[in-house]
Nanobody, 132 residues
Framework: QLHLAEIGGGSVQAGGALNLSCQVS?????????MAWFRQAPGKEREGVAA???????QYSGSVTGRFTISKDNAKNILYLEMNSMKPEDTAVYYC?????????????????????????WGQGTQVTVSS
């Protein structure tokens, strides 16, 4: 059973930057889990922001491409999200998530994209607010 805990978040002005981290515990096989960041704004569905598969291949939603960077440190069991050139529409609760690490999970991620149904483990979320 994985436990995910987001670190970071807060408030920033438009055009600014913010970094999120997600500490993962409960497994020594962190590198075998596809990982992702999601966000959910009030009144909206949870949206996939970025994902990184077990080979380190990344994918991003169109709204953050070129501004956000997802990465991970397999030795430290930490997932990162670097957010630059932030916009008020980036305001949301941000969640980190992990897939189940089963064979084929990377293939599913590539074919289906960053969707909540592919991820089994979730952090509690952290608020990010971007003011104009």
């Amino acid at each position: 059973q994985l436990h995910l805990a987001e670190i970071g978040g807060g408030s920033v002005q438009a055009g600014g930057a913010l970094n999120l981290s997600c500490q993962v515990s409960g497994s020594i096989y962190f590198s075998t889990y596809p990982m992702a960041w999601f966000r959910q704004a009030p009144g909206k569905e949870r949206e996939g922001v970025a994902a990184i598969d077990t080979d380190g291949v990344t994918q991003y939603s169109g709204s953050v491409t070129g501004r956000f960077t997802i990465s991970k440190d397999n030795a430290k069991n930490i997932l990162y999200l670097e957010m630059n050139s932030m916009k008020p529409e980036d305001t949301a609760v941000y969640y980190c998530a992990a897939g189940d690490g089963s064979p084929g999970s990377d293939i599913l991620l590539k074919s289906k994209g960053v969707v909540p149904s592919l991820f089994n483990y979730w952090g509690q979320g952290t608020q990010v607010t971007v003011s104009s």
